[in-house]
C-alpha cells in the first residue's frame, strides 16, 4: 500500500510521542520534529508507510540516543497480556471452535499498537469486543483449509505484548492443525514492534521456532530482510501476517498470505474497504 | 499561547482537510501538504497556533484556487443550529438563571469546530453535556459582575453555527444586564470561522452591532486586525472571546477579556489545566 498523504501528520505525532518516550528534552523533540518535515518533503515515490515509519524512527532512536524508545512500554503491555493468558487459554479450550476463536483471540491483541495512540484500550474488553465482531468467514475458511495442508506456517508477529495473544493462535494450532509454527519477530527494536527479547518474554520459544526478519523495518518488506529471512519467507507455505503494518507491506504479496488485523485507522479502512474498527483476515491479492 | 510542537501535525491534518473541502485534486492536495511542510519549517519563534493557521490556510486557498473551502459546512451546521434555536430559546427562558444558562448555551456551540475535526458531533446532546458539566463559577461570577457595570460588550465570535449559539447569549444579555453587544467576526473566510454573512444567517444583525476584524486570521491578533477593528477592541470595557483560538490569541490579554470555550485539544487543556472536553470560562490574565 502507497502512503498516502493523510500519513505525513500522523508521521510527524509519532515521532513526536517516540521522542517523548525516549526522555528526549525539548530541543532534540524540536530536532525530531523538523528532522520528520525534511524526510517528508523529500519522500521517494512509492514508499509504504512501513518504510517510511523505518526511517522515521530511525532519526527518533539517533537524535535521541536512545535504543528503544518503546522498552517500557513493550514491558509493560506483554506483563498486562501475560496476565490475561489463563482467561484466553481457557476461552479457546471452551469454544464449540477453538481456531476460530484463537484467531479471532490473535487479532484481539493487535489492539496493543503504540503507532496509533499512546494509550491501549483495556484489553480484557477488547476481546469481548473481537470475538462478538462481524467477521469474513469465507477468507478464515481459506485460512483454516491452507493451513490443513501446510507443513509448517510463518507467523509474523507485529507488537510486544500482541505476542501473548498470538502464543494463544500458535498452541492452538498445534492441537487443531498439528502444524509446527515459524514465528518471526523484528531484528531491532522499531516501534513497539516485538524484538526476540520481546517474543521470549511472551513465552513463544515454548510453542514455536522464533526467527527474527534481520531488519528493524515496521511490517514485512523482504529487500529491507536478511537473506536468511527471505529463504525462510519464500519457502513458506502459509502465511499469517499481524497487523497494519504487515498489511501495507503485504497486501499484495500473493493467495499464500492471510493478514489478520484491526483495523484502527482511516487509510487502512479505506484501502481494505471496511470501517474503522473492524476486525479482518484477508487473504491477499495477486502475485 | 505559542505554537507547540504537537500543533505541528494538526496543521497539516487541517490542510488537507481544507484543500479536499476546496475540491482539490491529488495533485493539489499533494501540493497543499508539501507547501505546509516547508512553512512549518520555516515557522518564526513565538508564533501563535492561530498565526500558523492564518498562513497555512492563505497557502490553501491560493493552491487550491478557491476562496472559501468552508463555506458548505458554515451553511449546513448555521441551518442546523437555527432548528435548534427555539428550543435554545426556551430553555434559557425556563431556566433559574438565564445567564448562567445562556453562557452554557453558547460554549455548547463552540462544538462546531472543523480546525478539530470533519465531524459535529450531535448538536442537542452537545447541550445537554455542556449544561450538565462541571464550571469555574468563580469566573463565570466576575464575568457577571464585569457585564453588570459595562456600557458595551465586545463579543469576539468564532464560528459559523456557533453564532447561532452566541445569539442566544446576546439576546439574554439584553434582559439580564441590558448592555449593548458589539459582534465582532472575520474580515474573510478561514476555516470555518464566522464572517459577517455568517452571522447576517445566523441572524446577529438583529441583536448586536456586527463589526469585523479586518483580518482572515484565525483567533484575534490586533496587529493582524484592522486599525478600525483595533479602535474597537481597545474601547471595550469587557470583551467575551469564544474558542479556543481567541483563547491562545487572548488569554494573556488582561483581566477584561473573558474566554468562552470548549476544550478539544491536548495542548490546550495543558495550558488551561483541565481535561480534554471541559467547558471554560476563564478571565485572561496579565496585561
Not at 75 to 99: G, K
Request: hydrophobic share 45%; glycine share 8%; proline share 7%.
Amino acid at each position: 500500500m502507497r502512503t498516502y498523504l493523510d500519513c505525513y501528520p500522523c508521521f510527524v505525532r509519532q515521532a513526536l510521542s517516540a521522542a517523548r518516550m525516549a526522555g528526549a528534552d525539548d530541543g532534540v523533540q524540536r530536532r525530531v520534529v523538523l528532522g520528520v518535515l525534511d524526510l517528508l518533503r523529500a519522500l521517494p515515490d512509492g514508499a509504504t508507510p512501513p518504510e517510511v515509519a523505518y526511517r522515521v524512527h530511525a532519526l527518533v532512536r539517533a537524535e535521541a540516543g536512545h535504543g528503544d524508545p518503546y522498552a517500557a512500554v513493550k514491558e509493560s503491555t506483554t506483563r498486562a497480556a501475560l496476565a490475561l493468558l489463563p482467561r484466553l487459554t481457557e476461552l479457546v479450550a471452551s469454544s464449540a471452535d477453538p481456531f476460530a476463536t484463537a484467531v479471532r483471540v490473535s487479532i484481539a491483541g493487535n489492539v496493543i499498537d503504540f503507532g496509533v495512540g499512546e494509550e491501549v484500550p483495556d484489553l480484557w474488553a477488547t476481546v469481548e469486543r473481537v470475538l462478538a465482531a462481524p467477521l469474513d468467514t469465507r477468507d478464515l475458511e481459506l485460512l483454516r483449509g491452507a493451513l490443513d495442508g501446510a507443513d509448517h506456517v510463518l507467523f509474523l508477529a507485529d507488537n510486544a505484548g500482541e505476542t501473548v495473544f498470538d502464543r494463544v493462535l500458535v498452541e492452538t494450532l498445534a492441537t487443531t492443525h498439528a502444524v509446527p509454527v515459524r514465528y518471526a519477530v523484528k531484528g531491532g527494536p522499531v516501534l513497539n514492534d516485538a524484538t526476540r527479547d520481546d517474543a521470549a518474554a511472551a513465552g513463544l520459544p515454548g510453542c514455536a521456532t522464533v526467527v527474527d526478519t534481520g531488519s528493524d523495518a515496521p511490517g514485512t518488506t523482504p529487500d529491507l530482510c536478511s537473506p536468511e529471512f527471505r529463504a525462510c519467507y519464500e519457502a513458506a507455505p502459509v502465511v499469517v501476517a499481524k497487523g497494519q503494518a504487515n498489511y501495507e507491506t503485504l497486501s499484495e504479496a500473493g493467495p499464500r498470505v492471510f493478514c489478520l488485523l484491526q483495523v484502527k485507522c482511516p487509510v487502512i479502512a479505506r484501502d481494505v474497504g471496511v470501517p474503522v474498527g473492524s476486525v479482518v483476515v484477508r487473504q491477499s491479492g495477486p502475485r
